[in-house]
């Protein structure tokens, strides 16, 4: 019976515990940021992690990688959007009203239908850039990830149960010198989402192509298969990066590095702001990241690898040959 009692008295401060170990980025406490993330989750040190550097030279061209199809991104859908401050980003929640069922894009050679969850940002701060993808070893100011879900699946948790469960956009950000007014709402915003669990229910909805480039300029993309790039890294993400960047503006990006915070830290420290919020790219280990018919590659290194090798070989055949039978 006191055994019982004291079970009881000492569950309340193990649950209390809890929230101190989750994961972080170094801008907020570097005791839990990414490079701790696979002691807090086992699969964020798995062998195909994202983000990573797209080296152009390496990349494959698959001129079997089709256009994305986009479903309903030209058009605001009915019922509501909730831009929301997690803690770790600035997300548009798309779910929980059946608008989000009109947003879907197609991929992939088994062309198979993702539908739109929600979409959020990675960003820098006030000095450096922010993007979770780099091109050829590049940096870019921001990042913005666009989540889909098999619609094979009928929940989240479910698609993240299976590779390919999950498709993510990704676009990079380029700074311009004039606001991109279509992000207007987004970055008036923040203002309401300061602190984690802020949350704004948007007034009306708008199309997702929007935020994008044109739809003219999205057959430039590249394709490998990753993961989430926060705790728990499920290994269940089918990746496009898309070559061109969208537009912004240097005082709309400082609006994000100054207007949101990440929770506080412990009992007595003042609130962050919400910077570096993006994982550094993880290697590629054995996959292949590849380009789609119009994308960018540097063809540079491959013929130098097979002119390096040739030389090799012949050495090769001539020690062979004239070794000792
Ligand atoms: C950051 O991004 C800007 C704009 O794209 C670029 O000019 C700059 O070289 C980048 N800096 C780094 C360190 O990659
Ligand atoms: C957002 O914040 C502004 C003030 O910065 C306020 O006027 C507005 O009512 C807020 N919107 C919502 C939906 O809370
Ligand atoms: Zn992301």
Known sequence: MQRLALTFLALPLVLRAAPGVSW????????????YWKD?????????????????RKVQRDRNLGDVLFDGY????????????????VVMRLEGVSASEHINITIGVLLEKYRALQFHFHWGNLEGNGSEHTIDGHQFPMELHLVHMNTKYKTFNEAKGHPNGLAVLGFLYKVSDVDNSNYNTIVAGLKNISRQGDFVDLASTFCLNNLLPSMAKLSKYYRYPGSLTTPDCAEVV?????????????????????????PANG?????AKMTNNFRPPQPLKNRKVYASRDATISCSAM???????????????????????
């Open 24 to 35: 972080c980025y170094d801008s907020q406490d570097p005791k839990c940021g990414p490079r």
């Open 267 to 271: 009992i007595g420290t003042s609130l």
């Open 74 to 89: 030209d058009q605001a859908p009915p019922g509501k959007w909730r831009l929301m401050n997690n803690g770790h980003t």
């Open 303 to 325: 013929p130098s690898v097979s002119l390096l090798l040739l030389p090799l070989l012949l050495v090769f055949q001539i020690v062979h040959f004239s070794g000792p039978s």
């Open 40 to 56: 807090l989750a086992k699969g964020c040190g798995g062998n195909n992690q994202s983000p990573i550097n797209i080296d152009r």
């Open 238 to 262: 089918l990746w496009t990066l898309f070559e061109e960047p969208i537009p912004i503006s240097q005082s709309q990006l400082n609006a994000f590095v100054n207007t949101v915070h990440f």
